[in-house]
């Protein structure tokens, strides 16, 4: 009898099989035992890694994570670069220093390893350079191009703060207050009683300035990467970013999103100077004519009388003067003889009168030369476009035995916005085509990264001497250059 029952329920659990197609066998819900054995054979077992953001700056940590199956396996952590990035046992990446870093989990089952990898960019911040106080500024969402802005004409306590579409208005205008203990107060330009930007429950809005905490902000310049030049607004007392949210409202944010990065531009134009040569002289047995008198006139013209810049311009001039007007310029042009961390000037029969070269290492005994080691931290604060046309301005002179940079990082070093500079030998012909090109494009509108991008276009193919190749020809579409800072800005917001 017991064994007749036996059978009867052996015959149905075979029909309940064939009826329904099998038994489906979940390893990961039932402890990891399958119709296989106690153990997933090795094309089973899935492992995947996984960080919250692939962008993150030198303050921050993150959380990784993984998924397993089977998950009863042991997962350890490791960085590419644990000089740009470490991790630890439990996941956890701690950003150094800017660079680019793999992060790889390695997931051990069964006595067999399963990897998977996530890249990440870190950035470096440094505090409020490039930044100068008691300054009216549009500050442009880079993400959006629109400006922070107060949503209308209410001076009232709380008065909603969102970006509008950019025009030069006042309600778009905000003024930078540095604290003596290095934080900011950005005050609205067109509230009447002075109220300041405020975080009051996750939403940005405008407060009276009774010097609270919450008032307070660090403004951080990111040095490198994709965001590069851009700034993070981050609110000191909650520690929360200044960010757009998708109506076009600040809002604020734990950690920076795409809409978390700001363009700060200046309200008020100041000046402008445009240092060239106009040389005719004879090398080698060939003539040569350095023509920059159109180059001179666009410059006046569209900076100067179309933009609303106090503009000059030297024929020829002398490094002291130039370096003066460098540092005081908020549009600062260079086009003539350059080499590695070096710009040369030449008197009117082409012969060297001095320099402004990036470090002391270069000392020449010319009393005109100058050094920027003589510019203080931020100095260059007022420079929102710096561009040095000249041979070989944007490399290295590490790369010729010396350990100085190029004039491009190292003017952005002292807090200026945007610096462009050429990785080649140019001939001059092609410098002031650029130039005029640039000017032309800023006049109709562009912001800088469109004006360098079509500048580019407009120039075409070029024939230029690279001399590091043996003094070798090379076919470049394009100007050959290398740039530094915030790209999005508009030299005219209007």
């Not at 960080?51 to 960085?79: D, F, H, K, L």
């Amino acid at each position: 009898m017991k064994k007749k029952f036996l059978r009867s329920c052996f015959a149905l659990l075979l029909s309940m099989v064939l009826l329904f197609g099998g038994v489906r066998w979940d390893a990961a819900a039932i402890g990891d035992v399958s119709p296989f054995g106690s153990v997933l054979p090795p094309s089973m077992v899935t492992f995947t890694v996984s960080a919250p953001r692939a962008v993150m700056s030198n303050e921050e940590t993150m959380q990784m994570s993984y998924s397993a199956t089977p998950s009863n396996g042991s997962i350890a952590w490791s960085s590419s670069n644990t000089s740009v990035a470490t991790v630890s046992s439990s996941g956890v990446v701690t950003a150094v220093t800017g660079g680019n870093a793999t992060i790889t989990g390695r997931y051990t089952y069964n006595g067999s390893v399963y990897t998977d990898s996530v890249s990440i960019e870190v950035y470096t911040l440094r505090n409020s350079i490039g930044i100068s106080n008691n300054t009216k500024y549009y500050i442009m969402n880079a993400s959006s191009g629109r400006l922070l802005s107060l949503e209308n004409d209410s001076d009232s306590r709380h008065a909603n703060v969102y970006t509008r579409a950019r025009s030069a208005t006042t309600l778009s205008q905000w003024r930078t207050r540095k604290l003596s203990d290095g934080y900011y107060n950005i005050q609205s330009v067109r509230s009447p009683t002075g109220k300041c930007l405020d975080v009051t429950n996750n939403n940005v809005d405008i407060y009276d300035d009774n010097g609270y905490g919450y008032l307070r902000f660090t403004l951080r310049r990111v040095e490198n990467g994709r965001y590069e030049g851009l700034y993070l607004i981050r609110h000191t007392n909650s520690g929360l970013y200044v960010t757009q949210d998708s109506n076009d409202n600040a809002y604020v944010t734990a950690t920076p999103t795409e809409a978390s990065y700001w363009s700060f531009m200046k309200v008020n134009k100041g000046d402008a100077s445009h240092y060239c040569f106009d040389i005719e002289y004879t090398e080698n047995g060939e003539d040569h004519n350095f023509d920059v008198s159109l180059n001179i006139d666009d410059f006046l013209a569209v900076i100067g009388q179309e933009l609303g810049y106090e503009t000059s311009h030297e024929l020829n001039g002398e490094p002291p003067e130039a370096f003066e007007d460098l540092k005081s310029s908020e549009i600062f042009i260079y086009s003539g003889h350059c080499a590695p961390g070096e710009l040369y000037f030449c008197d009117d029969n082409n012969q060297w009168i001095g320099s402004i070269v990036v470090d002391d290492l270069f000392y020449d005994d010319n009393p005109n030369t100058q050094y920027f080691d003589d510019i203080s931290y931020n100095q260059l604060s007022n420079a929102r476009c710096i561009i040095y046309m000249g041979c070989n301005s944007g490399v290295d002179k590490s790369e010729y035995g010396s350990a100085a940079y190029n004039l491009v990082d190292t003017t952005f070093e002292k807090g200026a916005h945007f610096v462009l500079g050429t990785t080649k030998s140019i001939n001059m012909n092609d410098m002031n085509r650029w130039i005029e090109y640039f000017i032309g494009y800023i006049f109709e509108g562009y912001n800088i990264d469109q004006a360098v991008e079509e500048a580019g276009n407009d120039l075409g193919t070029i024939v230029l001497k690279d001399k590091k190749a043996n003094g070798q020809y090379e076919t470049y579409i394009g100007l050959p250059e290398y740039s530094v800072g915030d790209r999005y800005q508009y030299l005219n917001i209007e």
